[in-house]
């Protein structure tokens, strides 16, 4: 990749924007890019060189493999968020890595010990990265609790109005989804079986509430997921 557009990369990222011009010139010099195709593993966190990662473009999943040997995922993350070893700590013991959800995923990445430079060299960096990470703990903390306080629907409904309110083509009421999720997907987000995640989503499309497919997810009116 030019230097020109590791630039831009980072430029527009809101990370970032509290430096200036010659600052991200000097980052451009010690960021990696990496592209991966569908399906591809992007990281794992027992690496010997720990990363901090940055989705430029595309949609991952973060997995994780439980005793048993099943997956089980973690969060999804989508272009502008950041993932890797966030708590700047190498924790060898976890078994969790990163997998392509869409085709042509775009990756910048930092080793952790240069980050950590960054982090010590310009404060102004230090306290945007110390309000994303809060951020992403404030989010962890509400699906958790939504993990315990709602049924299944509810769950289900929760993560489609956050979906759509995320990453959907919004017209008015109605809202279009590019499906990049299995329904296998959705019931581990939601925590539930597969079989029940297809049940709510039947249910959903009989009730008119959206139409499903593996390509794209309508939502005829968004409010009716409240």
């Not at 956050?162 to 990049?180: H, Q």
């Amino acid at each position: 990749m030019s230097e020109e557009l590791k630039y831009w990369y980072l430029r527009d990222h809101k990370l970032f924007r509290t430096l200036n011009y010659n600052q991200i010139k000097q980052l451009c010099i010690i960021v990696k890019y990496k592209k991966a195709n569908k399906g591809e593993i992007i990281y794992f966190s027992s690496s010997d060189l720990p990363r901090i990662f940055l989705l430029t473009k595309g949609h991952i999943k973060i997995v994780e493999i439980d005793e048993d040997g099943n997956e089980i995922i973690k969060d999804i993350i989508q272009k502008g968020d950041l993932f890797g070893e966030l708590s700047l700590e190498n924790d060898i013991t976890s078994n969790e890595y990163a997998k392509a959800l869409t085709e042509d995923v775009s990756i910048c990445s930092f080793l952790m010990s240069d980050f950590e430079n960054l982090l010590l060299q310009y404060p102004n960096l230090s306290l945007s990265y110390t309000k994303f990470v809060g951020l992403k703990l404030k989010n962890i903390k509400n699906q958790y609790s939504n993990l315990v306080s709602k049924d299944a629907k509810n769950r289900l409904l929760h993560f489609l109005k956050e979906w759509a309110t995320k990453d959907g083509l919004i017209d008015k009421k109605r809202v279009i989804i590019d499906n990049y999720l299995t329904q296998n997907d959705i019931a581990q987000i939601i925590c539930t079986s597969r079989q029940t995640a297809t049940t709510l989503l039947k249910e959903l499309e009989d009730m008119g509430i959206l139409s499903y497919d593996r390509k794209k997810i309508i939502i005829e009116d968004i409010t009716k997921l409240n």
